[in-house]
């Protein structure tokens, strides 16, 4: 029995042994791995000082390109098109004539109301000098004017239609392709095309809402298109009175010339907008800056390591970023192998002139 005790015993201390000399081997093998490995080397990075500057705070933005003005062009009236005034694809002037609708029934409907308008106006003359002579009662008369007042008003109606069949044109502007034909019975809800004004044109884009006291009705823009390399100017002016709640950003609307029609009503546009001018701005790489779930953060050097700040960032542009707060004057921002980095890593720093 003491025997096997003292085999057990034996066994335990061995094992125990074994587990000390492993973990003692471990330790060693990382401390010689962390010293081989370099985490105390320095990692060589690339910066630069952090300078003030004075900064033209340009906010890049898409919009729409709208016509100034269009409509869809309708009858008032139904009937069969018994002209066509327009070149499809044509500019047509203000008050043009663009079609005609036959008014054959109405220019008989308005001679039997003039008739009945003449009739009516003759009885209430008549009935007037009696009333006078005191032939027929005060009521009588009334019924009589009443009479001719109404025909009146019928002819005055019909009128209104037979100039409804006569189509004109509201503002001067292009007009798009028709979809009728001399003959075709039309009614109020047949598209006859669209007429767009497109001597000017409406910018539509919408800001920021932190932007919004920055904006001014009369200010200038710059906007491209796609497929042209000229820069556009327009001038704002309209400004809704409040922020879309859902997107918290605030509409405003632009108008420029189109003196050569080449731009489209429907396109888009890369607007700049200017706000207000920066100065002892503090303007860094887009490469510094590093996002995370509570902002943005980037590394400066601190006495040989490096420093994790959080920053306060606006306006970016396709290679820099307008920082707000985070950052001095005279700091030296680490540009390069910021991803890898960690805070108080020890690191070497080559900075660029």
């Keep these: 029995m003491k025997v096997k005790n003292l085999i057990y015993a034996l066994l335990i201390i061995c094992i125990g042994g074994f587990i000390t000399y492993r973990i003692v081997s471990n330790k060693k093998k990382n401390e010689e791995s962390k010293n081989f490995g370099g985490k105390d ?3 060589t990075v690339t910066g630069i000082v952090v300078k003030t500057a004075t900064f033209d705070n340009n906010l890049s933005l898409s919009g729409s390109i709208e016509a100034n003005e269009q409509i869809e ?8 098109v018994e002209g066509i005034y327009f070149t499809e694809g044509s500019f047509v002037n203000k008050g043009q004539v663009l079609f005609k609708v036959n008014d054959i029934e109405l220019k008989a409907q308005l001679r039997q109301a ?8 003759e009885n ?13 009662s005060q009521e009588e008369f009334d019924i009589a004017n009443a009479d001719y007042a109404s025909m009146k008003a019928q002819t005055q109606l019909i009128k209104a239609q037979i100039a409804k069949t006569s189509v004109k044109a509201p503002f001067s502007g292009k007009i798009g392709l028709r979809s009728i034909s001399p003959g075709t019975y039309i009614t109020p809800t047949v598209l006859v095309a669209k007429l767009v004004n497109t001597g000017k044109l409406k910018i539509t884009f919408s800001i920021p809402e932190k932007y919004a006291a920055q904006v001014k009705s009369g200010s200038t823009i710059d906007f491209s298109v796609s497929g042209s390399d000229k820069v556009y100017n327009a001038k704002i002016y309209a400004i809704e009175p409040e922020v879309e709640v859902a997107t918290r950003t605030l509409k405003i609307r632009a108008i420029a010339d189109n003196i050569d029609g080449k731009l ?6 890369d607007v700049k907008l200017p706000l207000n001018i920066i100065k002892d701005a503090i ?19 601190n006495m040989g390591k490096a420093k994790e700040v959080m920053v306060d960032a606006a306006t970016r542009t396709d290679s820099s970023i ?3 707060s985070g950052l001095k004057a005279g700091d030296t921002l680490i540009t390069s192998g910021v991803m890898s980095l960690k ?10 002139k």
């Design 322 to 324: 307008l920082i707000l």
């Design 41 to 43: 080397k320095p990692t």
């Design 124 to 136: 209430e003359r008549r009935a007037k000098l009696l009333l006078q002579k005191e032939a027929i």
């Design 114 to 121: 003039v008739t009945k308008e003449g009739l009516a106006a």
């Design 283 to 301: 303007v860094v790489p887009t490469e510094a800056i590093i996002p995370v779930q509570s902002g943005k953060k980037v590394y400066i050097a």
């Design 73 to 80: 062009i309708h009858s008032e009236v139904s009937g069969i």
């Design 343 to 352: 805070n108080e890593a020890p690191i070497k720093v080559q900075v660029k």
């Design 264 to 269: 489209f009503p429907g396109t888009f546009a």
